[in-house]
């Protein structure tokens, strides 16, 4: 399974990377604007500093909703980084975007999915990942894991490429359960993969041991 930090935040995003397990990055325009990165040229430069952070996938999403827009940024975000992934929307135009990238050998990760459907639709049109968005999804009451299962048993039946890449992950749990399943990738906060560190019992055995040794040093 790999793992991707989902933000901006250049501190965090070194901070994960320096753990050693980090294998990527997904970023979106809300995350970028909480970094107040704004500006094409700013926004440019702020890829590319992410990109001498990771030595994985870092997803940079378009802007435009239109075919010709999403090709015009989609093709600028590309020709950044070859660890640059261009970020798609689930939505009719997006779905031709996909396939336009997927037929010039350009990664996609298709953002905003919440069904089995619209996950199909982007294996289909050859997209690299999809994001089913499953703490959103928990947050209307609705089962996210449960569509990352779907997903997986539709993907399995015919081989499909697409990886899937389990997005809006909240918790330590969410990456757990998404492991169970057999998510290929999970983005979340930093504090969903720090939190998979740590266990009461780790820290009071831990505490146990360096008090023996200090006590049988005496
Ligand atoms: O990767 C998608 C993600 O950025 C959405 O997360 O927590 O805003 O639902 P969240």
Not at 9 to 32: C, F, H, R, Y
Not at 174 to 199: F, N, R
């Amino acid at each position: 399974m790999k793992f991707f930090i989902d933000t901006a935040n250049l501190a965090q995003i070194k901070e994960a990377q320096d753990l050693g397990v980090l294998d990527g990055v997904t970023t979106n325009p809300s995350l970028m604007a909480k970094e107040g990165i704004t500006g094409a040229e700013n926004v440019k430069n702020h890829y590319l500093k992410i990109c001498e952070i990771v030595d994985g996938d870092v997803s940079a999403e378009v802007i435009a909703t239109d075919l010709e827009g999403m090709k015009k940024e989609g093709d600028a975000l590309a020709a950044l980084h070859p660890q640059i992934v261009v970020k798609i929307p689930m939505i009719k135009d997006g779905v031709k975007a996909l396939k336009y990238f997927s037929d010039k050998g350009i990664k996609t990760n298709c953002t905003l999915v919440f069904s089995a459907g619209q996950a199909l639709l982007a294996a289909k049109a050859g997209a690299s990942y999809v994001s089913p968005f499953i703490g959103r999804l928990d947050d209307i009451s609705t089962d996210g894991l449960a569509l990352i299962e779907q997903i997986r048993i539709i993907y399995d039946n015919y081989g499909f490429a697409t990886e899937i890449l389990a997005a809006s992950v909240r918790h330590t749990m969410h990456v757990i359960e998404c492991a169970e399943i057999g998510a290929d990738v999970m983005t979340g906060p930093l504090s969903s993969i720090e939190g998979l560190l740590k266990h009461p019992l780790t820290d009071s055995g831990l505490a146990t041991f360096l008090a023996d040794h200090a006590k049988a040093a005496q």
